[in-house]
């Protein structure tokens, strides 16, 4: 189950059939434990197999300073359609949130506590990189383009796309398969990785330790658990998961508030 090995398939996306790509993999073999090969094809799939999403995540953090709550929301409808809440619960329910929210067009962002606002087009990928025309570059140099895009470097981001993740930072350290286990009363492949090469210079350290649960019927993370020396510094857990889940009808309408002052 472990592998030393660089997997970088990230961008290798299955060829559309119809408009839309399907998975490569369409289920995990049910009575063993895949390959890591495997099962980082299977969780690069993974917004492939639902049409909606429902989450909620909350992240715990564990500094000097102690225990840190952040929770974050995430309402997703392919293709194009966004919306992430963020929330800090110790300071309270009054304006205590941010919303970043698409339409795959434009991406408009609220930060309540200061009433600032944001509108802009998305970010446009860098050409070259992704699609038919970058077959012939290596596996690391291109780059994987989700069907609905999610802000980057975020926890939903990862959750959700987890290609990059698995390429850039799982398989750059001593990876393996650990077992099973259970998250929001979902099955869970767990991955443990060992010092992985590319991440925050903060945690470079040789007992710099991963732990992931990936839903093993979807391919999402569901768990992400970091810990140094063994002390976690780290845990941000799927508390409510709903593939494929209704939403409302206004679930994606926004309008800045009265007051809201616009930085662009």
């Keep these: 189950m472990t592998s030393t090995r660089l997997w970088d398939r990230a961008a290798d996306l299955p060829v559309p059939v119809g408009r839309r ?22 969780m690069r799939d993974a917004e492939l197999r639902f049409d909606t999403l429902r989450m909620r995540i909350e992240e ?16 997703l409808r392919h293709p194009k359609d966004a919306r992430v809440t963020t929330m800090e619960p110790h300071r309270g329910t009054a304006g205590n949130y941010e919303i970043w929210i698409s339409d795959g067009e ?7 506590p200061h009433r600032l ?13 992704s699609g038919p025309e970058a077959r012939d570059l290596p596996g690391t140099a291109r780059v994987y383009v989700p069907l609905t895009a ?8 990862t959750f959700v796309h987890p290609a990059g993740y698995c390429q850039n930072v799982l398989s750059t350290g001593d990876c393996r398969v650990a077992g099973l286990d259970e998250v929001a009363g979902r099955e869970t492949i767990v991955i443990e ?4 090469r590319t991440i925050e210079m903060a945690a470079d350290r040789a007992d710099f330790r991963i732990r992931v649960d990936v839903d093993r019927a979807e391919g999402v993370i569901l768990r992400l658990r970091e810990s140094i020396g063994g002390l976690a510094t780290r845990d941000a857990l799927v ?7 209704p939403l409302a009808p206004n679930a994606f309408d926004f309008t800045f508030p009265t007051g809201t002052t616009m930085l662009y």
């Design 21 to 42: 790509p399907r998975p490569e993999l369409v289920a995990l073999p049910p009575d063993t434990l895949p390959t890591l090969d495997e099962l980082f094809t299977f």
């Design 193 to 196: 990785c060992d010092h992985p």
């Design 150 to 157: 999610l802000p980057m470097e975020t926890l939903p981001d």
């Design 106 to 112: 434009t991406v408009r962002t609220y930060a309540a």
């Design 117 to 129: 606002g944001t509108e802009r087009p998305i970010r446009r990928p860098v050409q070259g990189v």
């Design 239 to 245: 508390t409510d998961f709903g593939p494929d889940a």
């Design 60 to 75: 715990h953090t564990f500094t000097t300073r102690g225990e840190h709550l952040v929770v974050v929301e995430l309402a």
